[in-house]
């Protein structure tokens, strides 16, 4: 310690210790500061360039013009003393020059009196003044408005069109189905009017739906329930309107505010159709009434639902729902010809060689469904068909011959047994699919219901539970199925079908299908050297699909991008809603696979005549086989009727027909 004054001060640490240190004490101002490196020209140049913008524009044109003058008064100097033509004398050589100059620079060039060329200067400099400001106006507009285009506000004015309201998991699907769907017309328009950034949309479009081809997709920015935004797509000019689901259950309340927005643009005496979703039954009702009765609003959690039932039931079918959906296989067309008035569907039916008939849809929009074969073709009927597109079918004077001897007789009904079904996962859609099963698996069936162990799951299964009690036992087990651990403690092969189901999507919670890949990848594991089970497997991406663990007997129901095919096929086809509403309900006529061997006689070579044949003796329609034995899935739809083909035991058919 030391003390200067009354204070004691702390001794530092490098202080001298006394006269015998080695080290000479430095006061800072002996210290020398470090050299500072002196800016660079081009850093120099930078700065001074950056301050003269920083002036203004009086100091930028004073700048450009003395440096165009720098520039071009040499030149036209040089210009005037090399030309031999050039006067004598110094003073018509500047003269000269001033002319090139005032030629250049559009400042006149006069000569003469000193007034001649003031004057002539401010004659040109108000002509540049004019020229410069009616080319500024005329960029600043064609600015403004190519920024407007790019920010999405103009208006569409199209007739005819297709109108595309929203942004979802959709949006791909519809649009590449739009476009194969209209191959038929030369001039093709869709537009799309949502809450993003249209370079964002087109660039998005652009890389996950197909090629557009000859067809123009013209994204607008906008609320989609805003009236001024929703007119910027003329949709009382449109040929069809679909209003996509939104992701978020919650926001199901924003489509009903942009259907009523939808009919009070469209007004009461409308012919345009549009096609909406919702995906939380409670605002179903106020869909369809803010819509109106030319409105087909779809409940996608429903037909998500009976979808992964279905399959559930009948392993395969997810390929039948692909084929039908898909604008690029073979699906719904009606058919209007003026020779079906009279006909029965028999007649009708056995003249269509290429295509199948399932139906009779009629003027009122309704739709009859694998009808009796006496039934009658009255006027403004038409034949319902599936083919490969609308102009394939044509109605044959006579229909395809088949060998009566390879008709099988129908077996005698036999009661079906009772099933085990194990759920692995929980979401939204569950107690539907539960509610489901209930209702469609043969009496005492039960269910395994293996979940996560939070208390919400748990409580939501045993609501589920107490309220199927009386017809279909529900036991729940509190696991993780993306653990191996769970997979493994499962006797997979005491079931008759697993479901596995993904988490509902949440921002910031990653990609659903994730832990569902993990657990297709477990089962997959579990399965090697034993039964193989049939798997259904509900998936968010198709884009996932491709890469999920496969074997014979997995099926796939990718929920979003089925409800955009089914969409899509309503909008050019209102008939639709019907025939599907009818299919994917467990009354009436829906999709079947059932065996070959119930139709024509296995080991025998024929045609598929001779199949549809032996379904039309039973009230059903054959729409399509499945082979036991091609490579691949080995589903084919709407085969020709002249098709021959060797048949297995093992094969199926696929059938239109009475439900369960």
Known sequence: MRKEGNKAV??????????????????????????????????????????????????????????????????????????????????????????????????????????????????????????????????????DRLMALDRGRATILERGHTVVLGWSEQIPTVVSELVAARTDRRRRVIAVLAERDKSAMEEDLHTTARATGRTRVLCRTGRTADPVALARVSPATADCVLVLPRDDPRDDAETVKTLLSLSAALGEDRRVRVVAAVRDDRHLAAARLAGGPRTTVLDVDDISARLVVDCARQPGLSLVHQELLDFAGHEFHTLRDPRLPGLTFEEAAGACPESVAVGIAHDDGTVTLNPPLSAGFREDDSLL??????????????????????????????????????????????????????????????????????????????????????????????????????????????????????????????????????????????????????????????????????????????SGRLIGLLMTQISQNPHLTAVFEELLSPAGNTLHLRPASHYVTPGRTTSFAAVAASAARRGECAIGYRSATASGHGMRVNPPKAHVRYWHARDQVVLIAPGD
């Open 385 to 558: 068909v599936i083919a490969r597109d609308e102009y394939s079918t044509r109605l044959s004077d006579l229909p395809v011959p088949h060998d009566p001897r390879v008709l099988a007789h129908t077996p005698p009904p036999a009661p079906a047994p009772a099933e085990r079904v194990l759920l692995l996962g929980w979401n939204r859609r569950a107690p539907r699919i539960v509610d489901q099963l209930s209702r469609r698996t043969p009496p005492g069936s039960t269910l395994d219901v293996v979940a996560g162990p939070r208390a919400a799951t748990t409580a939501a299964v045993r609501s589920a539970a107490e309220a199927l009690a009386p017809r279909m036992p529900v036991r729940h087990h509190p696991a993780d199925p993306a653990l191996r651990s769970t997979t493994d403690a499962l006797d997979l092969t005491r079931y008759d079908v697993v479901i596995v189901l993904g988490p509902d999507p949440r921002p910031g919670r990653g990609d659903p299908d994730d832990r569902t890949l993990v657990t297709l990848l477990h089962l997959r594991a579990g399965e090697e050297g034993g039964r193989h089970v049939p798997v259904v497997t509900e998936m968010a991406d198709d884009r996932n699909r491709l890469i999920a663990p496969r074997h014979p007997w997995a099926d796939f129901v990718v």
């Open 10 to 143: 702390p001794g530092q640490r490098n202080a001298a210790r006394g006269p015998g240190a080695d080290r000479p004490a430095t006061t800072p101002a002996a210290r020398p500061r470090p050299p500072y490196p002196a800016p660079s020209a081009e850093a120099r140049l930078r700065y001074w360039f950056d301050t003269t913008l920083a002036r203004g524009i009086p100091a930028l044109c004073g700048w450009l013009a003395l440096g165009c003058l720098a520039l071009v008064v040499p030149v036209s100097a040089l210009l005037v003393w090399t030309d031999r033509s050039a006067p004598a004398t110094l003073g018509a050589r500047i003269a000269a020059v001033w002319r090139s100059t005032g030629q250049t620079m559009r400042l006149g060039g006069e000569v003469g009196p000193p007034l001649r060329i003031v004057l002539s200067v401010l004659l040109a400099l108000i002509a540049l003044l004019y020229v410069s400001t009616l080319v500024s106006l005329i960029t600043t507009g064609l600015t």
